[in-house]
């Protein structure tokens, strides 16, 4: 299937802040004995320290995101046919007997599963965003719900007996337990995504000690060793840096 969660614009900003992070220690590594800042978290060991953590924490969301993306992926293949097979159960129930009311009532609950895909663009959330996430999550649970409305409705009309395997309740039973695990899958790769995205943005994005503002300490550094004008002061103050 095509991986149609694309990669979050965040998730590449943090990766450029640690690649001009690296440059910065390039260069100040290259003015050799003329960097000696006083300030110790500022010298080239411990610029090297928060380099490494830096790494290691990108990795570690990597790593948390790939099951993730599998996750939300493998969910949106199954709930993809759920709101045309609900329109063929609402149809094989019309055609079960004379059931107007049940009818008319079994599309109400069909509206708000079928309704769902005006949804469409938080289907695949953002990794990034928490309230994307949670938004997504939600959609997927009314669905859910609704649908296993849907299939206790038709169980309990004795008419609804249709031919058609798909149709039948003990395959909409066994597709609402497959739709559960699906959820369950989510959840359960989302929360270390979460946990692995926090320290990343510690070691980012932290007050004071976070790998931007020591990046913004070097350069004042710089500036103060070779002043406004210096070549050397240009080569560190073209290197950009954002906060997430």
Known sequence: MENKTKKSTHETGHAKNVANFEDVIAFCTGYGAKYNPSLNRITIVELNSILTNAL??????????????????ERQSAYEPISKLTTRLIS???????????????????????GARKSKKIENPDPDDKKSIS?????????????????????????YAPNETELQIATLET??????????????????????????????????????DIAYEVKKYVKSVYG?????????????????
């Open 175 to 212: 597709l609402i337990s497959d739709l559960i695990a699906k959820n369950t899958a989510v959840i359960s790769t989302t929360t270390p995504l979460s946990n692995a995205r926090i320290e990343r943005d510690k070691v980012l994005y932290a007050k004071s000690t976070g790998l931007v």
């Open 56 to 73: 290691n924490e990108l990795n570690n969301v990597n790593t948390a995101l790939a099951p993730w993306t599998i996750a939300i992926n």
């Open 92 to 114: 094989a129930l019309d055609a079960s007997g004379d059931n107007h009311k049940i009818v008319e009532d079994a599309r109400t609950i069909a509206r708000k599963i079928t």
């Open 135 to 159: 938004t997504s999550q939600q959609s997927y649970d009314s669905r859910l719900e609704n649908f296993t409305k849907l299939k206790i409705l038709l169980a309990e009309v004795t008419e």
């Open 228 to 244: 406004t004008s210096a070549p050397e002061y240009k080569q560190i103050s073209s290197i950009r840096f954002s906060r997430s």
